[in-house]
């Protein structure tokens, strides 16, 4: 059975979580992958500011950051769990992208969470064709499941 963990460091109440959750479990069945967990954790900007500064060098607020706990996806808990890893989401940085690429809240948070999703399973878009792979099956699986692009 695949899990995700929820966690919300934030004072906002994010109703959206249910569906995040669902098209994540939708992804990972789509990715054939079973007794898999891993966690979501919304944050605040200084959160994820402190992230990004502290592990990547980068001395700024970004949206999304993964971390990975084994790029070679065989880590398995005592369980039998294979634990991908955390997936961080700064929530107001997901509110100011969505309505400057004029989408829904609910588009912006699902594509940030599968977004992460497949950077815990390796994939990047440091190069075109990485990010071609990468990009189109996060957009199969919101487009499948129904999230779209859709003006708010």
Known sequence: M??????????????????????LLYAMKKEKLDSTCFDVIFVDEDYIHNLNKTYRGID???DVITFALD????MINGSGIDM??????????????AKEYGHSFLR???????HGFYHLLGYDHQTKEEEKVMFGKQE???KEY???REKK
């Open 2 to 23: 695949n899990v995700i963990n929820f966690n919300n460091l934030t004072n906002e109440n994010i109703p959206e979580e249910d569906t995040i959750n669902k098209v």
């Open 60 to 62: 700024r607020v970004t």
């Open 71 to 74: 790029d070679d996806k065989d």
């Open 84 to 97: 991908l890893g955390d997936i961080y989401i700064c929530v107001p940085r997901a509110h100011e992208q």
């Open 108 to 114: 912006e948070i699902c594509f940030l969470a599968v």
């Open 140 to 142: 199969e699986v919101l």
């Open 146 to 148: 129904g999230i779209t």
